[in-house]
Structure formats: C-alpha cells, structure tokens
C-alpha cells in the first residue's frame, strides 16, 4: 500500500503546488479524493484481501457499511456533484476535495 497512498500524496501534492503557480492567470488547480467506490479495486482486490483473515467472507455493501460511516459507498454522481462545486466555486482553489462518505482518507 506504500506506493499507492504515495501517489495519492502526490497528486494532492502537485494539485497544491499548481494552484499556487497558476493562480496570478486565474487558473483554478483542485483535485477531488474518492472513498470506497465498486471499482474493480475494491470489488476484485481489497475486499477479497480484507476477507482473507475471516471464517466469514463480508460481500462489499457489508464492508462499507462497516467502513463508512453514513454507511453507503460512493458513486460517480458523487463525484459528479463535487465537481460541479468546484466548477462553480470561483474562488476556491488547490483544495483535495474528500468525498467519502465522512471516512477520512488522508
């Protein structure tokens, strides 16, 4: 997991720094940070790995029931939703906006 939280501080990283260098052309630099979304991630990879130490295999709406706490994982309308904030958000920049359901994912 080293090198993939890596490169998720990465991209907050240059997301920060951009926004700081093209600010003064008003250019809005923000990066938006998904939770648990059904991706093949998570479906194929991290909840069979997560199942791995249990006698009783938790299926992906169980396990993000457990992990998030409003309890529903996220969809591509959340997404969706957060990037129409920004879009119209004229004033805000070099933000990693989080949309996770409250989970914090720093």
């Known amino acids: 997991m080293a090198a993939y939280c890596g490169s998720k501080f990465a991209a907050i990283g240059i997301t920060q ?3 700081q260098e093209l600010a003064q052309d008003n250019i809005r630099v923000n990066a938006i940070c998904p939770g648990i979304v059904g991706t ?3 479906l194929d990879h991290l909840i069979p790995k997560n199942n791995a130490t249990n006698d ?3 299926d992906f709406e169980t396990q ?3 992990l998030i706490p409003m309890g529903v994982a996220q969809t591509a309308e959340d997404m969706a939703d957060a990037v129409l904030y ?3 958000a004229h004033n805000v920049t070099g933000i990693a906006l989080t ?3 409250g989970m914090e994912m720093n």
Do not use: I, K, N
């Open 17 to 19: 720094s951009l926004a």
């Open 40 to 42: 093949a991630m998570w």
């Open 56 to 58: 009783t295999p938790v």
């Open 64 to 66: 993000t029931q457990q």
């Open 86 to 88: 920004l879009a119209r």
């Open 99 to 101: 949309v996770a359901g």
